[in-house]
């Protein structure tokens, strides 16, 4: 695994993270690395569609209906009842 430095942090942030770490029962280091997990892996890969992104959201709902892709398909309305 990697290691980080982060220098030059106000003195306000690291108490605020100290605390945020002891009410959470963690290392300082651990509730950081967390921290930065967590920011990191909410943000949408650059290299991904919207329909990779939807599929890796609903991934733990239980659905698993096939949908086939629709490339080179031309787009048509719905149309409802007739």
């Given at each position: 695994?990697?290691?980080?430095?982060?220098?030059?942090?106000?003195?306000?942030?690291?108490?605020?993270?100290?605390?945020?770490?002891?009410?959470?029962?963690?290392s300082?280091?651990?509730?950081?690395?967390?921290?930065?997990?967590?920011?990191?892996m909410?943000?949408?890969?650059k290299?991904e569609?919207?329909?990779?992104?939807l599929?890796?959201?609903?991934?733990?709902?239980?659905?698993?209906?096939?949908?086939?892709?629709?490339?080179?398909?031309?787009?048509?309305?719905?149309?409802?009842?007739?």
């Amino acid at each position: 695994m990697a290691q980080l430095l982060i220098r030059n942090i106000e003195n306000d942030v690291k108490e605020r993270l100290r605390q945020r770490a002891r009410e959470r029962g963690r290392s300082m280091e651990d509730e950081a690395r967390e921290i930065l997990r967590a920011g990191v892996m909410a943000e949408p890969r650059k290299d991904e569609g919207a329909g990779t992104r939807l599929a890796r959201y609903f991934a733990k709902s239980g659905f698993d209906l096939e949908i086939p892709e629709m490339r080179g398909d031309e787009a048509r309305s719905v149309t409802f009842g007739k």
